[in-house]
């Protein structure tokens, strides 16, 4: 997949240089985030730099959960407070932990991958594999919904799961 803006934050150094060698190498445009502090930073700058303030500065933030100086809960707060629609991925050895907090302090869906975990499987959650896959055996091929947002994806696979248990 071409054009992925990525934003990702971690404080563990080696980490942070696994990412951009695997994101880069995938052509994807990488912004990299030592400290929750630092992520927020970098988002609020790339966003006032977009013309659209609804519109997600990134294709995806990659959060781990504990980071020095914010959270990667109280990052994911602050980002989908200012943008609701931002796609969030936590990456973080504290998964379940995530998914209670985020259901019940974000009540938004964010996405989860638990450490360790295989960086391919980082890449296709990024690059939607799962959903591209599901969307196949309704007959729609990647090249026609390549322009189309990750949520909106989603939704259009939700809307024919029920057409199909509805009506076929």
Same mark, same amino acid.
């Given at each position: 997949?071409?054009? *992925? /803006? &990525?934003?990702?934050a971690?404080?563990?150094? =080696?980490?942070? =240089?696994?990412?951009?060698? &695997?994101?880069?190498?995938k052509?994807?445009?990488? +912004?990299?985030?030592?400290?929750?502090?630092e992520?927020?930073? &970098?988002?609020?700058?790339?966003?006032? /730099?977009t013309?659209?303030p609804?519109?997600?500065?990134?294709?995806?933030?990659? !959060?781990?959960h $504990? #980071?020095?100086?914010?959270?990667?809960?109280?990052?994911?707060?602050? *980002?989908?407070?200012l943008?609701?629609?931002?796609?969030?991925? +936590?990456?973080?050895? +504290?998964? /379940?932990? &995530?998914?209670?907090?985020a259901?019940?302090?974000?009540?938004?869906?964010?996405?989860?991958?638990?450490?360790? +975990?295989?960086?391919?499987? !980082?890449?296709?959650?990024?690059?939607? $594999?799962?959903?591209?896959?599901?969307?196949?055996e309704?007959?729609?091929? $990647?090249?026609?919904?390549?322009? *189309?947002?990750?949520? =909106?994806?989603?939704?259009?696979?939700? #809307?024919?799961?029920?057409?199909?248990?509805?009506?076929?």
């Open positions: 997949m071409e054009n *992925i /803006k &990525i934003l990702v971690d404080d563990e150094e =080696d980490l942070l =240089d696994t990412y951009q060698t &695997i994101f880069e190498s052509n994807y445009k990488t +912004f990299l985030a030592r400290n929750g502090q992520c927020l930073e &970098i988002y609020r700058r790339e966003l006032q /730099k013309s659209d609804n519109y997600p500065p990134f294709d995806i933030v990659v !959060l781990d $504990k #980071m020095p100086k914010k959270s990667g809960l109280d990052v994911a707060k602050e *980002i989908l407070e943008v609701p629609n931002q796609r969030v991925i +936590f990456a973080s050895a +504290f998964a /379940k932990d &995530i998914l209670v907090q259901a019940t302090e974000l009540n938004l869906g964010v996405e989860l991958l638990q450490k360790p +975990f295989n960086l391919d499987s !980082l890449i296709d959650k990024i690059e939607d $594999k799962e959903v591209y896959s599901k969307l196949q309704y007959g729609i091929e $990647k090249t026609q919904t390549r322009k *189309i947002r990750h949520d =909106d994806l989603v939704k259009l696979e939700n #809307m024919l799961a029920v057409i199909e248990k509805e009506y076929l």
